[in-house]
């Protein structure tokens, strides 16, 4: 299992959120860990943008998406500006794409969000072609008639991950994708419902076997304030449990909410999680620092110890 990590925008003005941002994937980078993802937060800065800076400052570690929304732009555009930042880093790009959620595509963005599923199958259709280029792009189904001639393609493989929670949106993402990128799944969630569908899927369209990316909130603390730790994971990140899609997700496995999901307490176990996330069939997991503490002083300390903890385990997890 691949150890990445999240690296996202975070409060600030925008000159230092760049700045952190590009603090953050040169420590990534020298600590050896082989991925990192950066999240599309509906009200901040665009993932693919920061991507393309976070390439700038390294030189080995993949640079992922987790996920662009992809009623957002035309997937011509969207494969246009993929391979375009697929080059820019030396083939180091993974696009992670989904549907999103009602609250972000249908409220905020005041698009359809009828058949969430049924457009993701339309959209990839297109995605991919574009993606093989070059060539004529000639694609036309329910959703999109596109006749578009591109000249780009991709020297290196540029994979292509789904967000995918529910069965018809785990057997498109093994049809026509490179695997999935989960949040507020479990240990039983993934190896008794995503791991078997989206692999089943990938095998009955002869694809190889699927690349399963799981984020999870991780905090390196005392055994005595790992209760803490869960309860600032959920008054945190608890945002993602409104979502429908995340509620059926957390209905297949045994947590209740995101704190339940948060590896935390000392090294051993952290590392023992890492280990059930892996059994369970996750090939790359992604986590999302938790700092603790009463203070911005103890919350920056636990950051860093937290973050050297992980690089350590990097190497073990191998």
């Not at 359809?112 to 339309?122: I, N």
């Not at 785990?170 to 049809?175: D, S």
């Not at 005595?224 to 945190?236: G, L, M, P, T, Y």
Request: net charge negative.
């Amino acid at each position: 299992m691949r150890l990445g990590v999240m690296i996202g925008a975070e409060r600030g003005d925008m000159s230092r959120k760049v700045k952190k941002l590009l603090d953050d994937i040169e420590w990534a980078e020298g600590a050896g860990l082989d991925t990192a993802w950066m999240p599309q937060v509906p009200n901040d800065f665009d993932c693919l943008t920061m991507v393309t800076l976070m390439g700038t400052r390294t030189q080995r570690i993949e640079l992922g998406t987790a996920v662009v929304p992809l009623q957002a732009q035309h997937p011509i555009a969207l494969a246009r500006q993929a391979l375009s930042i697929h080059a820019g880093v030396g083939g180091r790009l993974a696009l992670g794409v989904g549907p999103s959620h009602h609250w972000i595509i249908r409220d905020m963005l005041g698009l359809p969000y009828d058949k969430p599923a049924a457009y993701t199958r339309d959209y990839l259709e297109v995605l991919n072609a574009a993606l093989a280029g070059p060539g004529d792009v000639d694609v036309e189904n329910d959703t999109f008639t596109v006749h578009n001639p591109t000249v780009l393609g991709a020297e290196k493989p540029l994979p292509v991950l789904v967000a995918a929670l529910g069965p018809v949106m785990l057997r498109i993402a093994g049809e026509m994708a490179d695997g999935t990128v989960l949040w507020m799944a479990d240990e039983r969630a993934i190896s008794e419902h995503i791991a078997p569908r989206i692999t089943k899927a990938a095998e009955n369209a002869g694809r190889p076997a699927p690349r399963i990316v799981a984020g999870i909130p991780v905090c390196l603390c005392a055994n005595s304030e790992v209760e803490a730790a869960k309860e600032r994971a959920n008054r945190i990140l608890a945002e993602a449990e409104t979502s429908p899609n995340y509620q059926r997700l957390l209905e297949r496995g045994d947590a209740r909410n995101v704190g339940d999901l948060c590896a935390a307490g000392d090294e051993e176990a952290i590392l023992a999680r890492f280990r059930r996330f892996a059994d369970a069939g996750v090939t790359d997991l992604s986590v999302r620092l938790l700092p603790i503490g009463e203070t911005r002083d103890e919350l920056v300390a636990s950051k860093y110890r937290t973050r050297e903890v992980i690089a350590q385990l990097a190497a073990e997890l191998r």
